[in-house]
């Protein structure tokens, strides 16, 4: 139920080597009040009920443990109160609660208490110590791994020196030891505000020369030191409460303020599927590409960048549309959110050339009026049921044009189309000339097949 407990081991791992760019924290109005207000110091995993803690207020002068739902994972939290059960008259500060909403640790006037609940709709028991933490005097801020048998903690030697520490447990109904000073994490002033579930990665704040700053660090083992300290990518003076389950949402403190911060992680290109496309009587096709399914987490605008054979194109937008030779081309796509580049995706386009066949012009008829010619295509293989015999036409040309061309006979693999000439169509100065004729036709795949031969005065076309 509750993120700082319930992610997985992998999850743990990859984040301690991800290291995220965030985006400009934002005050989350709904829970900031004029009182002094903790960042959230844990959060469900459906992201729906936060744990926070407010200072004084006009009804009550000590430190309180506070609760607030939202209907949705990205909505305004709602329904914010305290919470009755612990109240006490005394400072209560930074819970932590068990995946299943079942127990809640936390700070009550520099004493380290554990409460449990029959169920997440129950009241929260009176509290307990835990004697053996608590023998170290003031102590605050507990953070645990899901199985609750590690914890970190502050411990406060003097009123404003802060130490870290850490301690484990062989169930969880037994008291802690193994207690040891987080020395490697050095620092007079630290505090933790997250520990991975695992226990491997912690989530901490340090006072950097009166400059709070947000940390994490990794271990190999439980039992072993946590590795240097890797600063996160939050502004100078932000301490972070907690992450949501999937780490990609922060809830930070400023100035007695809460605040939310979104990893800034860069979008995803994505090229479209690879295309087979035809091109026309003049060996070009043109061809749409498609980037729609290209985003990015933060719903950024995003710009593309296309490629074609490694050459930037000019082609922009989402569904740019190229005219590309025959052949085979690899297209690649970026994309930008203002900030990132997302890294390449590739479609791989192949743009089929015409097929040339052997084509004979043959007359037929000849009259006064109309001249009919026979255009005989001679396939490499049967081409019955194969043609569109509706595609069949003459190639532009402003000197000759065709009264109609229809399918005629065809066998084997031979295909003969009837061309039918008005004799007005045809300028008198080129029946003296030999002049190329194209015809072109489209096999039901889409691919276009031409042949050509010339015109000449054999033909009796005057």
């Known amino acids: 139920m509750f993120s700082k407990v319930a992610c997985t081991v992998l999850l743990s791992l990859a984040l301690a080597s991800v290291s995220f760019a965030w985006t400009t924290p934002v005050l989350m109005t709904e829970l900031s009040t004029p009182y002094g207000d903790w960042a959230p110091s844990c959060i469900s995993d459906d992201g729906l009920t936060v744990y926070f803690t407010r200072g004084g207020t006009s009804s009550h002068y000590w430190n309180q443990l506070y609760m607030a739902t939202r209907p949705t994972p990205s909505g305004q939290f709602t329904n914010v109160h305290i919470i009755n059960d612990l109240a006490c008259g005394e400072h209560e500060t930074q819970s932590w609660v068990s995946s299943n909403g079942l127990k809640m640790y936390f700070a009550r006037t520099w004493r380290i208490k554990l409460s449990t609940r029959a169920t997440p709709s129950s009241p929260w028991s009176s509290p307990q110590n835990l004697t053996s933490i608590n023998a170290f005097g003031s102590v605050a801020n507990p953070e645990l791994s899901a199985d609750e048998l590690t914890i970190v903690f502050n411990v406060f030697p003097s009123g404003t020196t802060r130490l870290m520490y850490t301690a484990n447990r062989n169930n969880v109904n037994s008291e802690f030891g193994n207690f040891r000073l987080m020395n490697e994490l050095s620092g007079v002033d630290v505090t933790p505000n997250q520990l991975s579930s695992d226990g491997l990665t912690l989530y901490f704040n340090r006072n950097d020369g009166g400059m709070s700053h947000v940390y994490q660090s990794t271990r190999p083992s439980i039992t072993g030191i946590f590795g240097v300290p890797q600063r996160m990518d939050f502004p100078d003076g932000y301490g972070v409460g907690c992450f949501s389950s999937d780490y990609h949402t922060a809830y930070l403190q400023y100035n007695a303020d809460i605040y939310v911060s979104y990893d800034n992680t860069a979008p995803t290109a994505s090229a479209g599927p690879d295309q087979l496309v035809y091109a026309g009587i003049n060996g070009m096709a043109a061809v749409t590409l498609d980037g729609s399914a290209s985003n990015d987490p933060q719903n950024d605008e995003l710009e593309y960048i296309?490629?074609?054979?490694?050459?930037?194109?000019?082609?922009?937008g989402v569904k740019p549309t190229l005219n590309l030779p025959a052949g085979t081309h690899t297209i690649t796509l970026v994309v930008n959110d203002g900030e990132f580049d997302s890294q390449?995706?590739?479609?791989?386009?192949?743009?089929?050339?015409?097929?040339?066949?052997?084509?004979?012009?043959?007359?037929?008829?000849?009259?006064?009026?109309?001249?009919?010619?026979?255009?005989?295509f001679d396939f490499p293989s049967d081409p019955v049921g194969k043609i569109d015999p509706y595609s069949i036409a003459l190639a532009a040309d402003p000197n000759i044009t065709a009264d109609y061309i229809d399918l005629a006979v065809h066998k084997d693999s031979?295909?003969?189309?009837?061309?039918?000439?008005?004799?007005?169509?045809?300028?008198?100065?080129?029946?003296?000339l030999e002049k190329k004729v194209v015809i072109f036709g489209c096999f039901k795949n889409g691919r276009l097949f031409y042949g050509e031969d010339n015109l000449v005065r054999s033909h009796h076309l005057k």
Request: aromatic share 4%; proline share 6%.
């Open 344 to 376: 390449a995706d590739e479609v791989i386009v192949e743009v089929v050339a015409p097929l040339k066949i052997n084509m004979k012009l043959s007359p037929v008829l000849h009259s006064p009026s109309k001249k009919l010619l026979v255009a005989r």
């Open 306 to 316: 296309w490629a074609v054979d490694g050459q930037v194109c000019e082609a922009n």
């Open 414 to 432: 031979i295909l003969n189309c009837n061309i039918a000439f008005e004799s007005a169509s045809i300028p008198s100065g080129l029946l003296t």
